[in-house]
């Protein structure tokens, strides 16, 4: 492990030198979905009793923001790495395979985080700060980012191209996003659709916390987090196995 913090210092010095395009960029697009959809929808629906939408929507924005952020700085890195050649420097240094994946998952967290905690501090102009389960809200939000930073690593090792990566976040990550309760709440879903968004790991993921933030919640947020952890459990374990076999990277 003493190359960890070396790669891990150069992870966090990736993301930060471009805070504008890494953070800012984030916050100012979930500020806007803030805009367009509490303006439209606020009179009109009221996803909780005694829930304005605005209130239900943050949240839901907040963690779409981390989720996407989290597995954009992992993915990018390592495809950037490989196709630019300089993969080869990290691979030929006595870094642990452990290591590297937790180098390349702490940096996945901390962008996801910082990005969350942006949104979170533009949308307080909307909704006063208001938290009943904060222990919920850590949780979360540390699960979610380090969820979607370990797939975030599975497809940069599995990517050869830019275009494989976006395919791989067009087709995998924004429906999974999109499709998980962020702008609605599965109750007004036909009862077909609410069974099969039961199937989503990242519908437990924004549920929960949106538990933490207004106290409603559509699953228990004990099932939410052992199916979160269990996803997250399972996807390292295939990534730390890829890493150690050298899969599209030492071949």
Known sequence: MTGFPALFHKEMLRFWKVVVQTVVAPVVTALLYLLIFSHVLEDHVEPFPGVSYTRFLIPGLVMMSMLQNAFAN???????????GNIVFVLLSPLSYLGFFLAYLGAAVIRGLVVGLGVWAVTLWFVPWQTPHPGWLLAYALLACAMLGAIGILAGIWAEKYDQLAAFQNFLILPL?????????IHSLPGFWQAVS????????????RYAFVGHADTDPWLGLLVGGGCFVAISAFTLMLLRSGYKLRH
């Open 74 to 84: 992992s993915s990018s890195s390592l495809i950037q790495s490989k196709m630019q």
């Open 177 to 185: 996003t999109f499709l998980s309760g962020v702008f609605y709440s």
């Open 198 to 209: 039961h199937f989503n790991p990242v519908f437990y993921l924004i549920d929960g916390f």
